[in-house]
């Protein structure tokens, strides 16, 4: 890293700590950036509200947004500032980045602000050669979208995908790793909790153990009105059957020296039919349940096939539908809050966090509903500019009272997606532990050796640590703030 790029991220790293200190009333810098390289995708997984063709509204949702790709080049003389003084940069958003044209060139450009790079992929375009290359460019993580643990079950789900293709971009990355002798880039997985998917999920770690992957993160199924036939393929955690298997891909996790991180689907809840029918608690994205579409998952192939073929003869017959505009202005001071009580969990996003779409529409998370409203765009202001701005200030204020804006956070507040939790004993001693030393400004020396050790790691770990740390001094900032706010 050089003496300059050093510098940026140092003061990075000094504007949390002098936020939780109270110097500064904002963070100066974003911690993290998110570029959305691309929101098309060449795979029709059966679970996507988008591309999924057991939807049979996918030509609306995806003409409900402007599709394509990202061109760097044009956003980043306004982006340049926020890129070296970030200390993480995800290049991807809600399509797949490796379908990118120039995405080995997107990469090297952005290696040279010595960030910490990840990205989601499903895997199917990581060769030996793109593999090479990840490993020589410093990529930090590259996480694989992919659950099941045959052919049969992988290919029904990820529709066009191939499960050997995948397992060998793994395989590809592993072994470049280790010619290379680089611990980078760490192979995570993204699997999703499928009752088939957590009723061999010991064999699923052993799998993946098996073709190198560092890291399993297990996520619940996401269900939606539009795609009924996955509705009964969601598992419930506090299934007997589920705990134990849940038990045993722990320890084969341990014996094999893999992460499970399952914490995400363990806190999940199956969605509860009422009378009603109406969806409760859980991650039913919807109003009702209907698990008696389901169908088995060896049909799933057959029944997209079949509700594409009707939704085309649907199209052919009705008045061809306008796409579906939205003005994307900038997020008004009069906007409706919706206000969490003050023992709510905090999100920090609007904190650390810009996510950039490839329109040059700016948002706080990549979860924000940016369809109406954004924080600011990159075709009118640089990207400080948008960061220093009114709009996102706004936001950040209110969320210090848990106060959160409709037009962006209502989605995730409603599925209990966000606001993350930190662990509250954790958080609470150490607001406790600042509040008494505040007056020695304790962070500012922590800081000081937080940025000492980061040198000694190996690039791009030293970009990680020092995310991690600041984004802990964010939190602790956060938390205070909003407990002096709400007394």
Not at 200 to 210: K, S
Not at 316 to 330: G, I, W
Request: hydrophobic content about 40%; glycine content about 6%.
């Amino acid at each position: 890293m050089s003496a300059e790029s050093a510098a940026a991220k140092a003061e990075t790293v000094r504007s949390a700590a002098a936020y939780l200190d109270g110097v500064s009333a904002d963070p100066a810098w974003p911690l993290e950036l998110f570029l959305e390289v691309s929101n098309i995708c060449d795979l029709k997984c059966a679970m996507c509200p988008t591309f999924s063709p057991l939807n049979p509204k996918r030509a609306d949702s995806i003409q409900s947004e402007t599709r394509g790709l990202m061109d760097l080049e044009s956003f980043e003389p306004r982006l340049d500032a926020l890129l070296r003084h970030a200390l993480v940069v995800h290049a991807f958003g809600y399509g797949e980045p490796t379908i990118h044209p120039r995405f080995k060139a997107l990469l090297e450009r952005l290696a040279r602000y010595d960030v910490w790079i990840d990205f989601f992929t499903h895997g199917m375009h990581i060769d030996a050669e793109m593999a090479a290359f990840l490993v020589e460019r410093g990529i930090g993580r590259v996480t694989f979208s992919f659950s099941g643990v045959s052919k049969e079950e992988y290919e029904n789900i990820y529709l066009g995908g191939d499960f050997a293709r995948v397992l060998a971009a793994m395989d590809h990355l592993q072994s470049e790793r280790q010619r290379q002798r680089r611990a980078t880039p760490e192979i995570h997985v993204n699997a999703i909790g499928f009752e088939h998917q957590i009723r061999r999920l010991p064999d699923f770690v052993a799998l993946m153990a098996d073709h190198g992957v560092d890291a399993i993160h297990l996520k619940p199924l996401d269900t939606y009105d539009s795609i009924p036939e996955l509705h009964g393929h969601a598992s419930s955690p506090q299934g007997d059957f589920e705990q134990k298997a849940l038990q045993q891909a722990h320890e084969t996790a341990r014996q094999r020296g893999v992460w499970l991180l399952s914490r995400e689907y363990e806190a999940f809840e199956l969605a509860a039919e009422s009378k009603a029918g109406r969806a409760g608690q859980g991650h039913h994205k919807g109003d009702r349940l209907l698990r008696e579409s389901t169908i088995p998952l060896e049909n799933l192939a057959a029944r997209a096939r079949e509700t594409a073929e009707q939704a085309k003869a649907a199209r052919r017959q009705a008045p061809p539908a306008e796409p579906m505009r939205f003005s994307r202005e900038p997020l008004p001071e009069e906007t409706p809050w919706m206000r969490l009580s003050s023992k709510a969990p905090l999100c920090i996003e609007p904190l650390k966090t810009l996510y950039l779409d490839l329109n040059g529409n700016i948002k706080p998370c990549c979860f924000a509903d940016g369809r109406v409203y954004n924080v600011g765009d990159l075709a009118r202001s640089e990207g400080k500019a948008v960061w220093d701005g009114d709009p996102f200030r706004n936001v950040r204020r209110a969320l210090e009272q848990r106060r959160y804006p409709a037009a962006l956070c209502k989605y995730c507040i409603a599925a209990v997606s966000y606001p993350k939790l930190m662990p509250g004993r954790v958080l609470s001693l150490f607001v406790t532990v600042t509040r008494v030393l505040r007056p020695l400004r304790p962070w500012s020396l922590a800081s000081r050796l937080a940025l000492i050790y980061a040198r000694l790691l190996k690039p791009p770990k030293g970009a990680l640590f020092l995310y991690r740390y600041a984004t802990f001094l964010l939190w602790v900032g956060a938390a205070m703030r909003g407990r002096k706010d709400n007394r």
